[in-house]
C-alpha cells in the first residue's frame, strides 16, 4: 500500500467514497476514476455517481503516486475528446 492511502477519503464535501473503476477519455490522453459516494453527508443509504480526474505521478524514487482531483461535488471541464453536446431542437410546428 501507499503512505498516501487513502487515495480518496470523506471530505467536508463527500462522504463514503468507494468501489471505483479507471477509464480513459475519449481521446485516451486522460484518465478517470469512476466511483460512488454517499448523497448525505451523515453517510449511509443511498449513493450517487463521481467522476474525477485521474494523474498517475512518477516520483524521484522510482515509485508511482495516484493524485485525485476530487472527492468533489463541484463541476469539472468535460474529458479531453469529448464531442460537443447537440443543441435541444427547437420543437416542430404542428402540421395543419
Known amino acids: 500500500k501507499a ?5 480518496l477519503a470523506r471530505t ?6 468507494g468501489h471505483n473503476t479507471v477509464v480513459p477519455s475519449p481521446d485516451g490522453t486522460e484518465l478517470f476514476v469512476v466511483y460512488h459516494v454517499h448523497k448525505s453527508l451523515k453517510g449511509g443509504g443511498a449513493r450517487e455517481l463521481a467522476i474525477d480526474r485521474l494523474t498517475i505521478l ?3 524514487d522510482g515509485s508511482v503516486r495516484l493524485r485525485i482531483d476530487g472527492p468533489t461535488r463541484e463541476p469539472r471541464p468535460m474529458p479531453s475528446g469529448t ?3 447537440a ?3 427547437a420543437p416542430r410546428s404542428q402540421a395543419r
Open 3 to 7: 503512505k498516501e492511502n487513502p487515495v
Open 12 to 17: 467536508a464535501h463527500v462522504s463514503g467514497p
Open 58 to 60: 512518477d516520483e524521484a
Open 83 to 85: 464531442a460537443p453536446t
Open 87 to 89: 443543441q435541444a431542437a
